[in-house]
Every structure is written in C-alpha cells, then in structure tokens.
C-alpha cells in the first residue's frame, strides 16, 4: 500500500501545480493538493519498510492526511458552491475542478487504505 501512496502523492502534486499554474499563478491555495502531496509522498516513503511497525505507523499516518484532506476539501467544495450561488455569480471553473478531484482522490485513496487494513486484519498479519 505504501506504493499506492506514491502514485497518490504524485497526482496530488501534479493536481496542486495545475492548479496553480492553471490560475496563472495567482492564487497560492492551489497549491494546496500538492502540499497534502508531499506529505502522503514523505510518509508513503517511509512506509516502505520491512518494519511492520513502522509501516503501519506511517500509512495509519497517511490515512489521517487524506480523511482530514478529504473532509475538509469536501467542506470548501460545499461552501464555495453555496456562496457562488447565493451571490449569483459564477464558480471559478479551475478552483471547483481541483477542489472536487482533490476530494475524490483523496476518498478513494481512504477507501483503499480501509480496505487494505481490513484485509490485513483478516489475513493475521496483524
């Protein structure tokens, strides 16, 4: 699993700089998915070991980052998407993009880390 957080890491990275650059470079918070990024990729790293308890510290780890990640991009999804509606105006397009596949990466990668633990669980190796 500390693989797949690799892969995660560097779409989440790769998702952060679009959508920075893709703003023309305005605004700083898209930079956000890639921080989340190098986060998972730092820690993913040092899963990667073969110290069992290590690798669980740092994936239960990994898994914080992106339920956090995923509640509160899901959050900022919901409220940017209200107060777009209530002052009738229309959504940054870049930013609702970014904010919605930033929730859907990280909920996926959640999923998979739960289904991972579980299996774990199940198969004794815990």
Do not use: Q
Not at 25 to 38: F, Q, R
Not at 47 to 61: C, G, V, W
Not at 95 to 112: D, G, I, N, P, Q
């Amino acid at each position: 699993m500390a693989k797949v957080t690799l892969v995660f890491a560097v779409l989440l990275i790769v998702l952060g700089l679009a959508g920075f650059f893709g703003t023309g470079s305005a605004h700083p918070t898209a930079l956000i998915p890639a921080w989340i990024g190098l986060a998972l990729g730092l820690f993913g790293a040092l899963a990667i070991s073969p110290d069992e308890k290590r690798r669980k510290l740092f994936m239960h780890i990994n898994v914080t980052i992106a339920l956090l990640g995923a509640i509160g991009a899901g959050a900022e999804l919901i409220r940017s998407s209200h107060a777009n509606l209530v002052a009738h105006r229309a959504p940054n397009l870049w930013a609702m993009y970014s904010k919605f596949t930033l929730e859907m990466l990280l909920f996926l990668y959640v999923l998979l880390c739960v289904r991972s633990f579980i299996n774990a669980r199940r198969s004794g190796k815990v």
